[in-house]
């Protein structure tokens, strides 16, 4: 019998392989999305081209309007002038600050400003921001990391304000996500931005020796053409010339934003960081935490390319720590104090019982884990790598958890066999009666939650 090398969905080789290839066809997409919703139907007109990034300006600028912050920001006037730049339309608000499309006189060369709200917390904010990017920019920068220009003093309406200008770039993820006609990514455009980010998160923890903690589908932004930043600035449109729903496109990206960036060597800390959809279990309930709190962020923004849900929602910063925590484990597993040992915070003990094991309790609405989600999005053995990778980039255990180095050398990155011959054969067979029998290996990283065995937890349950 001819055996024709095994494939992944994207059509590439999954190293040597003597499996028949089966016509296995990716199942539905899950359609329960997180964030604004009714997402719009750009996508559904035949009169709209598909090859090109439309978002839904005025879909897009209306859920912004919405903000409960929106008044706290300084109110500027499109076509005024600061210094040498014209400020030539709003593009984003933030929690911290607004963005705005700029034009410099003496270049006519397009740049993004960022101007901090009023009030001397956003001011030192913002000071403390530009010394990271001074010191990013002090490495050599990053193709994959927002370039950072100047710095300046504006004096908006009597008050000081210390601008960031920066390279213009297109859309952020997020706005991919809820106001594009591109919302479905291949596999292989996830990957190809997993690696982007990857690389620019491994250039901060060990190039650069800081921690972005703030990782998100709204710090990362798509690179496009001068051609489109131009038609942006005068045009109520926004369209770009990228497809991200082809799998032959460059998808190329950069990761912005570095207003929450601690060093690697600072001192453990009480305060929470990152946003709590994205925020990483040591994040919640340890004083002490590393750069590996990115790569908890990262997996979260992967899975969220795929599947468009966020991993871990909450509705915002109020909701309790126990709150995040039964989320998390109800996707992901049960959750141990003892890997904690030591630097618990205090407001966190009473979350888990006599056991060290976290008090989980039942939600109204049923939770899928992890491994079943991905499952719905793909075939094998897509979908064996792929879980096995956010497995690793999740373990619960920051010390067992990849490095942005590490997780560039996973398999579902690099293209390489998952697993070595030898275990090939009896982890395609555990596959094929899955709903009774796991394989010997849950995952390369072995022991992602309390620390020991977990094959008959429910993050592994099937």
Same mark, same amino acid.
């Given at each position: 019998?001819?055996?024709?090398?095994?494939?992944?969905?994207?059509?590439?080789?999954?190293?040597?392989?003597?499996?028949?290839?089966?016509?296995?066809?990716?199942?539905?997409?899950?359609?329960?999305?997180?964030?604004?919703?009714?997402?719009?139907?750009?996508?559904?007109?035949?009169?709209?081209?598909?090859?090109?990034?439309?978002?839904?300006?005025?879909?897009?600028?209306?859920?912004? $309007?919405?903000?409960?912050?929106?008044?706290?920001?300084?109110?500027?006037?499109?076509?005024?002038?600061?210094?040498?730049?014209?400020?030539?339309?709003?593009?984003?608000?933030?929690?911290?600050?607004?963005?705005?499309?700029?034009?410099?006189?003496?270049?006519?060369?397009?740049?993004?400003?960022?101007?901090?709200?009023? #009030?001397?917390?956003?001011?030192?904010?913002?000071?403390?921001?530009?010394?990271?990017?001074?010191?990013?920019?002090?490495?050599?920068?990053?193709?994959?990391?927002?370039?950072?220009?100047?710095?300046?003093?504006?004096?908006?309406?009597?008050?000081?304000?210390?601008?960031?200008?920066?390279?213009?770039? #297109?859309?952020?993820?997020?706005?991919?996500?809820?106001?594009?006609?591109?919302?479905?990514?291949?596999?292989?455009?996830?990957?190809?931005?997993?690696?982007?980010?990857?690389?620019?998160?491994?250039?901060?923890?060990?190039?650069?020796?800081?921690?972005?903690?703030?990782?998100?589908?709204?710090?990362?932004?798509?690179?496009?053409?001068?051609?489109?930043?131009?038609?942006?600035?005068?045009?109520?449109?926004?369209?770009?010339?990228?497809?991200?729903?082809?799998?032959?496109?460059?998808?190329?990206?950069?990761?912005?934003?570095?207003?929450?960036?601690?060093?690697?060597?600072?001192?453990?800390?009480?305060?929470?960081?990152?946003?709590?959809?994205?925020?990483?279990?040591?994040?919640?309930?340890?004083?002490?935490?590393?750069?590996?709190?990115?790569?908890?962020?990262?997996?979260?923004?992967?899975?969220?390319?795929?599947?468009?849900?966020?991993?871990?929602?909450?509705?915002?910063?109020?909701?309790?720590?126990?709150?995040?925590?039964?989320?998390?484990?109800?996707?992901? #597993?049960?959750?141990?104090?003892?890997?904690?040992?030591?630097?618990?915070?205090?407001?966190?003990?009473?979350?888990?019982?006599?056991?060290?094991?976290?008090?989980?309790?039942?939600?109204?609405?049923?939770?899928?884990?992890?491994?079943?989600?991905?499952?719905?999005?793909?075939?094998?053995?897509?979908?064996?790598?792929?879980?096995?990778?956010?497995?690793?980039?999740?373990?619960?255990?920051?010390?067992?958890?990849?490095?942005?180095?590490?997780?560039?050398?996973?398999?579902?990155?690099?293209?390489?066999?998952?697993?070595?011959?030898?275990? $090939? $054969?009896?982890? $395609?067979?555990?596959?094929?009666?899955?709903?009774?029998?796991?394989?010997?290996?849950?995952?390369?990283?072995?022991?992602?939650?309390?620390?020991?065995?977990?094959?008959?937890?429910?993050?592994?349950?099937?």
């Amino acid at each position: 019998m001819n055996r024709a090398p095994k494939r992944r969905a994207d059509g590439s080789p999954l190293g040597d392989s003597t499996a028949e290839d089966s016509a296995v066809q990716p199942p539905p997409k899950m359609a329960n999305l997180s964030g604004p919703s009714n997402t719009a139907n750009l996508g559904q007109s035949s009169s709209i081209d598909h090859s090109r990034l439309i978002i839904d300006a005025e879909r897009e600028s209306s859920f912004a $309007e919405k903000r409960p912050d929106v008044k706290e920001h300084v109110s500027i006037q499109i076509g005024a002038i600061f210094n040498e730049y014209t400020i030539m339309k709003l593009l984003g608000r933030g929690h911290f600050s607004a963005v705005y499309l700029t034009q410099k006189a003496a270049t006519n060369q397009y740049n993004a400003v960022k101007i901090p709200k009023p #009030g001397e917390q956003f001011k030192k904010a913002c000071e403390e921001e530009i010394k990271f990017l001074n010191a990013i920019q002090k490495a050599g920068g990053h193709q994959n990391i927002v370039q950072f220009f100047d710095s300046c003093k504006w004096i908006i309406n009597g008050i000081d304000h210390f601008c960031i200008i920066s390279e213009a770039m #297109g859309p952020n993820l997020e706005s991919i996500f809820y106001f594009s006609n591109q919302k479905i990514i291949p596999l292989k455009n996830v990957r190809k931005m997993a690696t982007q980010l990857l690389n620019a998160l491994s250039f901060l923890h060990d190039d650069v020796g800081i921690i972005h903690a703030d990782v998100k589908p709204e710090n990362i932004m798509i690179v496009v053409g001068k051609e489109d930043i131009e038609a942006t600035a005068n045009k109520d449109t926004k369209s770009f010339a990228v497809d991200l729903c082809n799998p032959d496109s460059a998808c190329n990206i950069k990761l912005g934003d570095f207003g929450n960036c601690i060093n690697s060597d600072r001192r453990p800390s009480l305060k929470y960081i990152q946003t709590c959809q994205y925020r990483a279990l040591e994040s919640f309930i340890s004083s002490e935490y590393d750069s590996k709190i990115d790569i908890w962020s990262f997996a979260c923004v992967v899975y969220k390319l795929l599947t468009r849900c966020v991993l871990s929602p909450c509705r915002n910063d109020l909701d309790d720590c126990g709150t995040h925590l039964n989320r998390i484990s109800e996707k992901l #597993g049960r959750i141990s104090n003892q890997l904690f040992h030591g630097s618990l915070k205090p407001n966190c003990a009473h979350y888990f019982g006599p056991d060290g094991i976290f008090k989980a309790s039942k939600t109204v609405k049923q939770t899928s884990t992890l491994k079943q989600d991905i499952r719905r999005m793909l075939p094998e053995p897509d979908a064996t790598e792929f879980y096995d990778f956010l497995r690793c980039c999740l373990h619960f255990n920051p010390r067992k958890r990849l490095s942005a180095k590490e997780a560039l050398q996973h398999p579902f990155i690099n293209m390489a066999p998952l697993y070595p011959k030898a275990d $090939e $054969e009896d982890h $395609e067979s555990g596959e094929k009666d899955k709903d009774n029998t796991e394989s010997k290996k849950e995952t390369t990283c072995e022991d992602t939650t309390t620390g020991s065995s977990t094959a008959g937890t429910s993050a592994t349950s099937t």
